[in-house]
Every structure is written in structure tokens, then in C-alpha cells.
């Protein structure tokens, strides 16, 4: 496989400066609630006697909740590779039309580094496998909707506005809201 060309590779890049930082934030806390959303759909009890598919659906349960760790952990960070809080903040605070914005922000962006501590430990433990020692030393993982609706607030307030969060006929955050004790 070749290397892709400086031409396209500059297009690339481009095209996702253009994008503002409130759209690709509001794609992220989409995939948050669309992983929300069908982990909440899993059925609590195995209901199934075939093993093949009791594993299955194990697996699955794991790997969404992983990409939510995996997810909210992204936007506690402060990295300008990826979409986090922060780095929206920071963006806000460049625009004369914004500054108004986020100067609330602050408190709430504090709040929800604080209430993502476990999941930030779980993610270097277990997910990214960085601790030498075992799991054992792990907290038990705080109940998620509350990290999920604060971050749904965050957004919302970054984005002046709140967004809609539809896949299919699907409205996410109606779904989390009913769903979530927030």
C-alpha cells in the first residue's frame, strides 16, 4: 500500500480545520449516546443456552463499554490531537461571539474531570494496559449516566445550543434522558 500524497494528506487536514470544534464535539457526544443507547438495550440476564452466544453478547457489553471509557476519558484531556473540553474552550475563547459561553464552563469542566477519575484509571489499567500490576487495585466504576449527562450539558452549553441526537428514528437524548437518572 502506497503512502498517501502531500496533496491529499494537506486536503485532509483542511477540510477538518474547517469543520468548527462545536459540530465535531456534538459527533463525539453522538457516539457517546449511540454506545449509550445499545448498552442500555443489552439485556441484563443471559437468555440464551448456547455458550457461542452468551460469549457474544458478553463481548459486546465489553467493547461498548469500553468505547464509552475510552470516549469520555477523550474529552477530559487536554491534547490538541483530539476533541476534547478543553481544547473547545479554548477555541470559544478566541471568538469575540463566544467568550459569554464559556465563562461558566470552567466549574463544570473541573466537575467532570473529577467525576472521571475511575474511568481514567480503568482506562490506563485495563483498556490501554499500562498498569504492571493487576486489576484488583481497580474502583468500582462510577454509574455512567451521571459522567454521560454532564457531558451532555457541557456540550450543549460549548455548542450554544442543544444539539439533536438522532440516528434513525431514533432521538438519543429523549432515549438517555428517560433512561438516565440525571
Not at 10 to 34: F, S, Y
Not at 87 to 98: E, M, N, P, S
Request: proline share 2%; aromatic share 4%; glycine share 2%.
Amino acid at each position: 500500500m502506497t503512502e498517501p500524497s502531500t496533496k491529499l494528506k494537506r486536503d485532509m487536514k483542511t477540510r477538518h480545520k474547517t469543520v468548527p470544534v462545536e459540530q465535531r464535539l456534538g459527533l463525539e457526544m453522538l457516539a457517546i449516546l449511540w454506545s449509550y443507547y445499545l448498552l442500555r438495550k443489552l439485556p441484563l440476564k443471559i437468555q440464551s443456552d448456547d455458550a457461542l452466544e452468551n460469549l457474544e453478547k458478553l463481548k459486546f457489553t465489553e467493547l461498548l463499554i469500553s468505547d464509552l471509557i475510552l470516549r469520555l476519558c477523550k474529552l477530559r484531556e487536554d491534547n490538541t490531537n483530539s476533541i476534547s473540553f478543553v481544547q473547545v474552550l479554548k477555541a470559544l475563547r478566541k471568538r469575540v461571539a463566544t467568550k459569554d459561553r464559556v465563562v461558566s464552563m470552567e466549574t463544570e469542566i473541573k466537575r467532570f474531570t473529577t467525576l472521571t477519575r475511575t474511568l481514567m484509571e480503568r482506562r490506563n489499567s485495563y483498556i490501554a494496559h499500562l498498569a504492571k500490576q493487576g486489576h484488583s487495585h481497580l474502583k468500582p466504576m462510577n454509574e455512567m449516566s451521571e459522567v454521560i449527562g454532564l457531558a451532555l450539558k457541557i456540550t450543549d452549553t460549548l455548542c450554544g445550543e442543544n444539539n439533536s441526537y438522532k440516528i434513525l428514528n431514533i432521538d438519543l437524548r429523549h432515549a438517555f434522558s428517560r433512561g438516565a437518572a440525571v
